[in-house]
């Protein structure tokens, strides 16, 4: 049975860093995509940042427009994980962080971990 697993949040200043990991296990394929979604207080799940296996060079990436230039992800595939590396961070990144990875056999099949609260705050 695949696991998901976040570590990494915390409390941050705004203006500061944290860098989030997600590890994979239980699973004998590998993921097409791996992303992360927030969930900030009274809003809708969204999306932050997805990676995508394949292509010529190797992955792609997309960044929501609110995060872009402040946040990276990243993947290592030997090592089932993923990371997201947080700069900038500002009090509207207040949120539960998912991470998520998804694979393709005839239909996609979502996996998600359990969250970690993010809080950005002086």
């Known amino acids: 049975q695949v696991q998901l697993v976040e570590s990494g949040g915390g409390l941050a200043q705004p203006g500061g860093s944290l860098r989030l990991s997600c590890a994979a296990s239980?699973?004998?394929?590998?993921?097409?995509?791996m992303g992360w979604y927030r969930q900030g207080p009274g809003k809708e799940r969204e999306l932050v940042a997805i990676i995508i296996s394949g292509g010529i060079s190797g992955g792609s990436t997309n960044y929501a427009d609110s995060v872009k230039g402040r946040f990276t992800i990243s993947r290592d595939n030997a090592k089932n994980t993923m990371h997201l590396q947080m700069n900038s961070l500002k009090p509207e990144d207040t949120a539960v962080y998912y991470c998520n990875a998804a694979r393709y056999s005839s239909r996609w099949y979502m996996y998600w971990g359990q969250g970690t609260q993010v809080t950005v705050s002086s």
């Open positions: 239980g699973s004998n394929f590998s993921f097409n995509r």
